[in-house]
Nanobody, 123 residues
Framework: QVQLVESGGGLVQAGGSLRLSCAASGGTFSYYHMGWFRQAPGKEREFVAAISRSGSNTYFGDSVKGRFTISRDNAKNTVYLQMNSLKPEDTAVYYC????????????????WGQGTQVTVSS
């Protein structure tokens, strides 16, 4: 059983940056592909970014390409989401997820989820 704990959310002005972290425990971190998703009030959960086990492959949702980066440190059992040039429409609860099967943008393919961290971008 893998436990995931997100941190780093908060309130930021438009154009600013935040770095989210997701710390994993209870499993072999390097065995899992990792993803970030977000959900805004009244909207469906949206794929944000994903990174493969080794970190060699990364993918991003269209709305964040060129602004967000994802990375992982397998020695620290942590995945990061660096968010730059934030926009009010980035406001959402951000979740990290761990999965065995590499189908990176399908939330149903992830096995474990964190509790989420709120990101609010003011205009």
């Amino acid at each position: 059983q893998v436990q995931l704990v997100e941190s780093g959310g908060g309130l930021v002005q438009a154009g600013g940056s935040l770095r989210l972290s997701c710390a994993a425990s209870g499993g072999t971190f390097s065995y899992y592909h990792m993803g970030w998703f977000r959900q805004a009030p009244g909207k469906e959960r949206e794929f944000v970014a994903a990174i493969s086990r080794s970190g060699s492959n990364t993918y991003f949702g269209d709305s964040v390409k060129g602004r967000f980066t994802i990375s992982r440190d397998n020695a620290k059992n942590t995945v990061y989401l660096q968010m730059n040039s934030l926009k009010p429409e980035d406001t959402a609860v951000y979740y990290c997820a761990a999965g065995v099967v590499w189908n990176y943008d399908k939330d149903s393919m992830y096995n474990y989820w964190g509790q989420g961290t709120q990101v609010t971008v003011s205009s």
